[in-house]
DNA sequence: CCTACCGATCGGTAGG
DNA sequence: CCTACCGATCGGTAGG
């Protein structure tokens, strides 16, 4: 009846789905009684969260590849297999399975680029190995794509806190930009946003059989290093 | 009973709708008869296809803003001033009504950019006029809005036949980049989607209460005019 | 362009 | 986690 929330999230997945899903079949061929269905169910309850763990995936992927507005609670349920409103005994509301998705999602993204940064050296390319994290994140992943796809189609009453999760990860990219050496003229609020949109619009317009994520993103970093490469680092001043 | 589709859009807008609310607060408040109602409306049908133009005009309006699947036909029906079915008198279905506002935004986004890019010489201003115009339109006017914003969100069927018309206004911009003098290393097709990715993505982050739309566009254009700024056209080949 | 209606789908819930 | 259900909303239609 009540929902436990606020469980620690577990990895490991098995193979539940598949089971239930013959429970719903058999159900639906032979007309088994509740009580039998019920019954037929293996309790192998070992490890209580990897349902809600399976939920959050797949809510994840649906929200990242359809967006929130055209995922339904009846689709992440039949992708998990069970029945739809099962899903409201571990989450309250289809709003508070955004708000996990979207936490879970930022938590794994920044650590990502994290790790992707901390090999190199210079601000440059440290900043175009952010990029390219993030690009593959986001087209490869879905995590990120659940994230930052339509901000426009999530719930208003959510939306501040969802903006504001969002900022934390973009915290990351502001400090990298900080570090790198901009031409005359180029504020860095503007280069980031820039940046930013350049990569996430390759949301709309990229196929899977063009060119990899990562090659995508280093040629749209190119147009943002131009200045770069042409004016080595540390020799702003010596310009005309 | 049939929808008389093709009909030229005309303009011009009339009190229609005022009087059309009326009618419906009459019904509910006394439970006039069907036939008094039909009765009390006035037969001013001078100008046939205001009606369909109204529903265009809203149409836009609300899928630039909530996006497609976010709009429904009662919404639209509510904000034009008639019942929801009455709507399907002039368009045969939601996706054809799509495809309607699609059409005509293109054709009005076109203009628009050509228009603001006559008066100028150069490639690069020419670019940067174009920039301008397209953020203009994007947030301002919103029928770029409806037909650059949610991609994902268009029903399947049609979508084909949407990115079609999306690429001839792309091809606007594929010809003004061929022109501008790229820095070596730079592709002219990914800065192409570098620019208009930063550009649309200020959809997700533009708010009314800061810079207006020109200045936004001319900040995040210097980012990509930089090269230009430093190496003055034609000079190209005098690079270290 | 309105009336009156349809089947489908949705988020969510009580009770077990 | 399933059963069985609810009210709301949606795109769309027959008939006038």
Same sequence: chains 1, 2.
């Avoid at 590849?65 to 289809?94: E, N, W």
């Avoid at 900043?127 to 390219?132: G, I």
């Avoid at 994140?137 to 426009?152: F, K, P, Q, S, Y």
């Avoid at 990219?173 to 790198?180: H, S």
Wanted: positive net charge.
């Amino acid at each position: 009846m009540a929902c436990p929330q606020g469980r620690p999230s577990l990895h490991g997945s098995r193979q539940r789905v598949q089971r239930s899903i013959n429970v719903i079949f058999t159900k639906r061929l032979f007309g088994g009684s509740p009580t039998r269905v019920t019954a037929a169910l293996p309790l192998d309850s070992t490890k209580p969260d990897s349902r809600r763990h399976d939920i959050l995936h797949h809510a994840t992927q649906l929200f990242g590849s359809r967006g929130y507005g055209q995922t339904s609670i009846r689709d992440i349920a039949s992708a998990v297999g069970m029945l739809p409103g099962s899903v409201y005994y571990h989450f309250a509301s289809k709003e508070a399975l955004l708000a996990a998705v979207y936490t879970e999602g930022i938590e794994r993204s920044i650590a990502a680029v994290e790790a992707a940064i901390v090999a190199k050296t210079t601000p440059w390319d440290r900043l175009e190995a952010a990029a390219v994290a993030h690009l593959s994140l986001l087209l490869a992943d879905g995590a990120l794509a659940a994230i930052i796809a339509d901000g426009r189609n999530q719930p208003i009453a959510a939306r501040d806190a969802l903006v504001q999760q969002r900022n934390r990860y973009e915290a990351v990219f502001r400090r990298l930009v900080a570090d790198v050496d901009l031409p005359p003229g180029v504020q860095s609020g503007p280069f980031r946003l820039a940046l930013l949109g350049a990569l996430n619009w390759a949301l709309t317009w990229y196929r899977p059989d063009g060119d990899p994520p990562e090659v995508v993103a280093r040629d749209l970093f190119a147009v943002f290093r131009t200045n770069q490469t042409t004016y080595p680092l540390g020799s702003r001043e010596i310009q005309p």
